[in-house]
C-alpha cells in the first residue's frame, strides 16, 4: 500500500494546483481525501478509484471528478502516468457535488495536461484562460453510467471479497472459495451480499467484469481477449455482454461508451 502524496493545497490564492505522478502495476493508493476537489486522469494505463458508495474503473479517455472531502482509495490495473488537477473549495463548488466519470475529449485532455506541465509560471492571462476553457470543458463533458456499488467497510470480509473480485474478475474463482477466503459460509456471504449491495453475489461480479471489459473495448483490445480474461468463451462473452448492455461488444467499441449528457 502507498499513501496518497497531493501537492501542497494550503495556497487558496491559486484556482487549481497540478500533480504529475507515475504509479506501477498492482500499487494500492489507500483512502483518504482532500479539502480541495480533486480531477483524476491518467493518460495512459487504466486504474480503480474506489469510494465508500461505489467502484469505478477508468480507462485514459476517462476522468473522475472528486468533489472536496470524499475519501477515496485508487488500485493500479497497469502502469499509469497520472496527470491530476485539484481545485479550490470554491472552484469545486461550481461543478457536481457527487462522484462522476468523466469522458476526456481531445481538447480537454489537451487543457488538462497544459494545466499540469504549465501550473501558473506563464502569463496571467494565458493562465486565467486555461483554467476558464477547462472548467467549461468539465461542465459540458458527458457523464458515464457505469459504477459499481461498493459495501460499507465496516464488513469488511464484504470488503475484502470486492476488492479481490475487482483484483481478479474473472469467473475461475467460485463463490465458495471467496467465502473460504473471506472467513465466512457460503450463506452468511450471500447474506451479506444481498444485505449490503442489494444484489447477489454473480450479478455484482458481472457489473465489474462489464465495466472492465468497457475499459478495456475503449483501448481496442479485441473481444476474443477480453473474454478469455473473464473466464468467457468469446461466443457466451458477447452474449453476456448483448444481454446486460444491449449492444454486441464489437458494437460498443465502435461508438464508444453509453453516457449521459450532464
Known amino acids: 500500500m502507498a499513501l496518497a502524496a497531493p501537492p501542497d493545497l494550503s495556497d487558496t490564492d491559486v484556482p487549481v494546483q497540478p500533480l504529475a505522478r507515475t504509479y506501477p502495476r498492482g500499487l494500492y493508493i489507500e483512502p483518504h481525501e482532500h479539502v480541495w476537489g480533486q480531477l483524476l486522469y491518467a493518460m495512459s494505463g487504466v486504474m480503480w478509484v474506489e469510494t465508500p458508495a461505489e467502484a469505478l474503473v477508468v480507462p485514459p479517455q476517462r476522468a473522475v471528478w472528486l468533489p472536496p472531502g470524499v475519501v477515496h482509495g485508487i488500485r493500479v490495473v497497469s502502469d499509469l502516468q497520472m496527470r491530476n488537477i485539484y481545485l479550490r473549495p470554491a472552484l469545486a463548488a461550481t461543478l457536481d457535488s457527487s462522484v462522476q466519470v468523466i469522458e476526456v475529449g481531445g481538447l480537454l485532455r489537451e487543457l488538462i495536461l497544459g494545466l499540469v506541465e504549465q501550473g501558473d509560471n506563464g502569463p496571467a492571462e494565458y493562465y486565467e484562460a486555461l483554467v476558464g476553457l477547462a472548467l467549461l470543458e468539465l461542465k459540458r463533458a ?58 447477489g453475489f454473480a450479478e455484482w461480479r458481472r457489473q465489474v467484469q462489464l465495466a472492465m471489459a468497457v475499459a478495456e473495448l475503449i483501448q481496442g483490445v479485441p473481444v476474443s481477449t477480453i473474454a478469455r480474461e473473464l473466464g468467457y468463451s468469446p461466443s457466451s462473452f458477447s452474449d453476456m455482454f448483448r444481454r446486460e448492455l444491449g449492444v454486441p461488444p464489437s458494437q460498443f467499441a465502435r461508438e464508444g461508451d453509453f453516457s449521459s449528457a450532464p
Not at 157 to 163: G, P, S, T
Not at 174 to 188: I, K, Y
Request: glycine content about 6%; charged content about 25%; hydrophobic content about 45%.
Open 142 to 199: 458527458k457523464r458515464s453510467l457505469l459504477k459499481i456499488p461498493m459495501p460499507d467497510t465496516c464488513e469488511r470480509r464484504l470488503v475484502n471479497l470486492c476488492q479481490a473480485v475487482m483484483a481478479a474478475p474473472s469467473l475461475d474463482i467460485p463463490f465458495e472459495q471467496h467465502a473460504e477466503n473471506a472467513g465466512a459460509s457460503v450463506r452468511t456471504l450471500a447474506r451479506l451480499f444481498k444485505d449490503g449491495l442489494g444484489m
